[in-house]
C-alpha cells in the first residue's frame, strides 16, 4: 500500500501532539434519522470552532496566491460541489477528478474517491492545504506565509482565542485544520421531501411520480439501495457508535480500454493504493443527497446528467453500452435493467427529491464574509 507523503505524516503527527480543551460541549441539531456524528476525541466540537472553521472555509488566504478558499471547489448552492467536470486549482491547475459533495460528510467513512487511509477530516484538510499533486491551495512550504496573514488579520485574533481558549498560542496550523474540520461536521443535510416524507409522516411531500421511483430505487430489480443506502444514501458511513466502520469501493464498468477491465491511466482508481489489479476502477459511492444539483458525474465528470447516469447502469456500464463488454473488476451490483420511460421518469423524480432546498442556502453554512473577505 502506498505509504502517506511526508508533509501529510509530519502534519498528523503535529495534530495528535496539539490536544486541546475546548469551550461547553457543542448541540447538535440533527435532521429526524440522522444519528450523531463521530468526532475524534482530541478535536471535540464547539460552537466557537464551528464559527472560526466557517470564516477559514470561506477565506481565500488559505490559498498561497490568494484566489481560491476551500468554498471555491465547494459551493453551497451545488450542495457544496463545484459544477465543473473536474476540479481547477488555484494556481489553474486543472485536477484529474470532480469535486465531491460536502453534504453529510461529518458520516463519510472513507474521505475522496479512492483513498482508503485518510482517517478523518482533520486529515483529510492536509491534502488541499499541502498536496502537491495536484496543487490545490498550494501551501506546501508556507505554512509560516498563511500564519502571518491569519495573524495580521484583526478578525481571527479573537476568534481563535475563543475557539482555543487554553491553548497559549491559538492560532497555528493545527488550529486551522481541527476548525476546518469541526464546520464540515455540521454540512448536515435532511430536510428534503423524501426527509420530510420518510422522517415527517408529510405524506403528500413526494409526488406519485417520486413515489413509484422510490420503490424501484430500493427494489432488488434496479440494485441502488445496496450502493446508496440507509440515512446517508452511501454505503461507507461512520456514526458515534460505529466500532468498525465498513469502507467499500465500486467497479460501476465506466471504462474498460483494454477489454479486460483497464481504465485510463490517469486514473485507475484504488488500485493507485493498493496495487491490485482487482481495485481496478474501483471508488466510493457517493452520497445521492442533492444529487440533482452536483452535475455532472463519476469521479471524471465524464457524464452530464442523471438521466445519462440511469442509461448507464441500465446498460451494466458505459464501457458495456459501447461494446467494450463487462469487466472482470465491476460491481455484482451493476448488472443492468430495462425501465419503461415512465419508470425512468419516476426514478428521476424520486432522485431529485433528495434536493435539501434548505441546505442550500441555510445562513449558518454561508459565507460569512458576504460578497468578498
Not at 483513498?115 to 478523518?120: H, I, Q
Not at 430505487?217 to 444514501?233: K, M, P, T
Amino acid at each position: 500500500m502506498r505509504s502517506a507523503p511526508v508533509w501529510c505524516v509530519g502534519w498528523l503527527l503535529l495534530l495528535t501532539a496539539a490536544c486541546g480543551d475546548e469551550a461547553e460541549p457543542y448541540r447538535w441539531e440533527l435532521p429526524l434519522g440522522f444519528p450523531e456524528p463521530a468526532v475524534p476525541e482530541d478535536n471535540p466540537m464547539s460552537a466557537a470552532k464551528v464559527e472560526l472553521g466557517q470564516h477559514l472555509f470561506y477565506d481565500t488566504q488559505l490559498s498561497a496566491n490568494g484566489t481560491q478558499a476551500c468554498a471555491s471547489c465547494h459551493l453551497q448552492e451545488h450542495a457544496f460541489t463545484d459544477g465543473r467536470t473536474t476540479a481547477i486549482g488555484s494556481t489553474g491547475e486543472s485536477h484529474r477528478r470532480n469535486s465531491m459533495s460536502l453534504a453529510n460528510v461529518a458520516y463519510a467513512a472513507s474521505l475522496t474517491w479512492a483513498n482508503p487511509v485518510l482517517p478523518d477530516l482533520e486529515a483529510q484538510a492536509l491534502v488541499p492545504l499541502f498536496g502537491e499533486h495536484p496543487v490545490e491551495l498550494g501551501l506546501a512550504g508556507q505554512e509560516e506565509l498563511l500564519l502571518q496573514r491569519l495573524s495580521e488579520d484583526a478578525r481571527y485574533r479573537p476568534l481563535f482565542t475563543a475557539a482555543f481558549p487554553e491553548e497559549a498560542q491559538p492560532l497555528s496550523m493545527a488550529a486551522i485544520v481541527r476548525a476546518l474540520a469541526a464546520f464540515e461536521r455540521t454540512l448536515l443535510s435532511g430536510n428534503s421531501p423524501y426527509d420530510r416524507y420518510t422522517y415527517h409522516n408529510e405524506l403528500d411531500a413526494l409526488s406519485l411520480s417520486a413515489k413509484r421511483g422510490m420503490t424501484l430505487f430500493f427494489s432488488e430489480r434496479l440494485e441502488c439501495f445496496h450502493c446508496h443506502q440507509g440515512f446517508a444514501f452511501s454505503d461507507s458511513v461512520k456514526t458515534k457508535e460505529t466500532v468498525f466502520p465498513e469502507i467499500t469501493f465500486h467497479n460501476t464498468n465506466l471504462y474498460n480500454v483494454d477489454g479486460r477491465g483497464g481504465y485510463p491511466a490517469v486514473d485507475v482508481g484504488l488500485r493507485e493504493f493498493t496495487g491490485r489489479p482487482e481495485d481496478t476502477g474501483r471508488y466510493r459511492a457517493p452520497t445521492l443527497r442533492n444529487i440533482a444539483v452536483t452535475a455532472p458525474y463519476m469521479h471524471d465528470g465524464s457524464i452530464a446528467t442523471l438521466g445519462e447516469v440511469l442509461d448507464h447502469y441500465a446498460a451494466a456500464g458505459r464501457a458495456q453500452a459501447q461494446g467494450a463488454g463487462t469487466s472482470p473488476y465491476q460491481s455484482e451490483f451493476v448488472r443492468g435493467f430495462t425501465l419503461t420511460p415512465q419508470e425512468k421518469e419516476d426514478v428521476l423524480a424520486f432522485l431529485e427529491s433528495l434536493t435539501d432546498t434548505q441546505f442550500l442556502t441555510d445562513p449558518r453554512l454561508s459565507d460569512p464574509f458576504g460578497s468578498a473577505p
